[in-house]
């Protein structure tokens, strides 16, 4: 009964892997969306959004978070076929979106909105990166960490064997 109770656990907290690059691009264009809200109309209960919004896409992948939902049933499916990536690097770039934006909640709530609004502008700036140009800051720090053994090369294959990442060459036998 517990190994039933852990599996169906794990499964409610599963991160996709591989997860559909154009999905990811797609919630970063609607974070920079509300990170560019925020920081025009310096709200601060659009915080609140940002931060849960983050969270919810690292314990639950894309199956619940209001954005995500969006982008994999609505706006990924329209700008074609899926082009598959590495989840691992996926959801340590949301991990850290989440600590940006619940750092940019904490300091906004302890009386410095200046450095809240500096944390949502890194936001900012990450997401346009990964929106526009499919430039995943997260997924580059992951690498990294990865490749100096801080993050163990077991926690993503296809991220520490370039030969996963791409499509081989067709080897011609003469």
Known sequence: MALVRARSVAEVFRFPNPVNEKVARSVGGLVVLLTVAVLV??????????????????????????????????????????????????RFAQAIGATLSTAALVAYYLGAPTAAWVLVGLITVAAFLESVFAICLGCIIFGRLQALGVIPASVCEACNDIRLRRPQPATGSG
Not at 50 to 58: S, Y
Not at 65 to 90: D, E, Y
């Open 41 to 90: 109309f310096r709200t601060p209960w659009l915080l609140w959004p940002l931060a849960i919004g983050f969270w919810l896409r690292v314990a639950f992948g894309p199956r619940v978070s209001p954005f995500a939902v969006l982008a994999s049933r609505v706006i990924a499916p329209r700008l074609g076929p899926a082009r598959l990536v590495p989840g691992p690097p996926k």
